[in-house]
């Protein structure tokens, strides 16, 4: 319980945390002055991202209720008709699906590894750790485009991994990996765990720098393995920053495009293709319709809500 | 305190103000690029191009440049390389966005690209109807990408009539010669191909999987595409797709053609001697050229052309691209420019074609020396006179503005009828996604 400010002590919580939120009359001024500097060092970055995000955003949902050839757009009738169009469309169910397999199966392997990994990393008697930190954290430095080339050229057919294949004799004859459509799709997991493991190992390992080192201790002392404190006593304790990242992680696997459009191309037969590439693709290959395309844009952006909200209120036993 | 307070608001404010006028300063800057308009127009002032490729298209605008400067000193052009993905995002996001101002004096476009873009985007272009240029002395087929509703809107430029590109030492292993392969068609091309699969081991031809080129050739090469007159889409009930796709599945199943998953790997087989032959547009030379030691060792032809398909022939392009003049343009002097290189010029052609390989699609420049010369990478046959004449027996056919969906959706069916699918069930499937397409 704070200290009371001049009033009776038998003041109830409740009206002491409205006094708290409210400053006595007598600093007014230095606290507007206060609040006032706090706004102006605010005002810059909100009006930029209030102008560059949220005015596109907003225009983008008046588009999306728009429909006509290239800049000829009225609204449509119905207004909701893009949206209504959508569950017409069996390339946008193919890349919906395509971006869900994705996501259900690599972020939780690469949240996993990269939490192993920052755990391995984080011990004090490890050495040469700055080496095997930056080791793991440099594919994230590396161009997505770049990378994706990289990997196009190793899962060739005449590439480095059937060439390493058949010379250790695990393969029989080359492999066509980016032509069947499962093989594609997990060498884009593949490439997308290599790409973004180290950057998540990070943020943990940044994690477990907060942890009280004694809460480890205490829990050997008790008789736990290192197994069971991993569980029991890291992960509880990591657990805003799993949230953290699985948010992030789940909001960059359903916006996934480079990979898409350079490592596959969406083949074979748009099997591998992510929604994000759709769109692209309806804005600017096809015959460009953005009324659509927004619509698909909106459908994404409550993909994305709907899981974050269900991650938080899973993963954030905040009171 | 105080101080330190009111110089920290301070810095804030000054922050947001070099904010502000950094967003406006750069949307005033980029007004600036533009100075075609504001040229005069006695032949003098500079236009703004942007194209892609620095060895083909920009060194022949920079040769068009040196040409017209002998007659106009003071004219110059301002060239910006633009890749053809980032060229088609950028004329979409001005037309979409009303930035018109910021389009360059003289643009290039994809051939298929065309119907598209004119009829989404009318306001990005300048017609042709007062340019003077004289539409009559280009291949027809190749005029007709780049018209909509009898108006030109595009100067053919690189020029993509298709060949078919044959390894002499190869077809001489199995017993064979160019002439074997020459007006031929594809029962007799996969009847021969087998052949030379079981004599050399090697395959007539490579291709990207789930690439519609080879079938769009096919397609062109009897004056047929994915959409009728009306623009409306015609995969099924379409008797020249049904054959090329029989043949596509022929060639694939009989190992006859290869496929390959990348651009570059479809390269290599050509350049790594893994293939016996090539069909695609003349520009495949110069990917065919880069392999020196295989000098002398290739030959052209025309392509096969399909049994039992009304209208059928051994001609067909694939590709290609033509100079646009924009709305933003400096009308009089882009026209004139134009017209009197690249509709004008035996010189611009012959310079460019001996040192980039840019072939004419003007056909006046067919009938210069230079392109009668014989090519000694193709063991002495004057190919480029050989091309100039196959693109004048080019069937025209109908690009349509959804070219590019029917296009990737005939690629979804061809990987499907490839792993077993019926066809008849695959085609009906991209025709509804094509109608979906163009349903919004």
Redesign the interface.
Known sequence: MPAEVGATPSTSPGKTSRRRSRPPSTSTGLER?RS??GW??L??AS??ILLMSFWPMIQAAILSLQ?G???DLSFADPLWL?YQ?ML????LKQTLTTTFIYLIIQVPIMLGMALILANLLNDPNLRFKGLWRTAIFLPSAVGLVSYALVF??MF???GLVNDIGMALGFLDSPV?W??QTWSARMVIILGLLWRWTGYNMIFYLAGLQTIERSTLEAAKIDGAGPAKTFWYVTIPQLKPMILLTAIMSTNGTLQLFDESYNLT?G????TSMTISHYLY?V??????????AAAISYVILILVAILAAAQIKIGDTRD | MTTF?KF??GA??L??AA??SACSSSSSGGGDDTSGSSSSASGGGTLSVWCWDPNFNIYAMQAAEKIYQQDHPDFSLDITEVSWDDL??NL?TL??S?QLDQLPDIFLMQNNAYQ?NV?????LFSDYTDSGVDFSQFPDSVVAYSTVDGVNYGLPFDNGTAIQAVRTDILADAGYTVDDFTDITWDQFITLGEDVLAKTGQPMLTGQ??STDLIMMMLQSAGASLFDDAGNPTITDNDALNAAIDVYTRLVKSGVLV????W??YI?TIVNSNTAGVINGVWISASIQSAPDQSGLWAVTNLPKLDGVAGATNYSANGGSSWAISSNADYALAADFLNSTFAGSTELYDTILPASGALANWIPAGQSAVYAEPQEFYGGQAIYALVVDFATKVPSNNTG??Y??AR?AV??AI??ILNGTDPSAALE?AQ??VE??M??
């Open positions: 002055r006032l500097t102006t060092f005002i810059p009006l930029v429909t050839r290239g800049r893009n169009r017409d469309d069996e390339i196009r050229t060739a057919t005449d066509n980016l032509g191309n083949g074979p037969g748009n693709n804005s600017f290959r096809n015959s460009p319709n953005f009324g659509y | 307070r920290t608001a804030a404010v922050t947001l904010a502000l088609q995002t979409t037309a979409q009303n598209k009829v989404n985007y009318p306001d999987a789930g496929e390959v998953n990348s570059d790997e290599n503005v959804y590019y969906e990737d690629g979804v990987t499907a499937e509804q996604t979906f397409a349903g919004g």
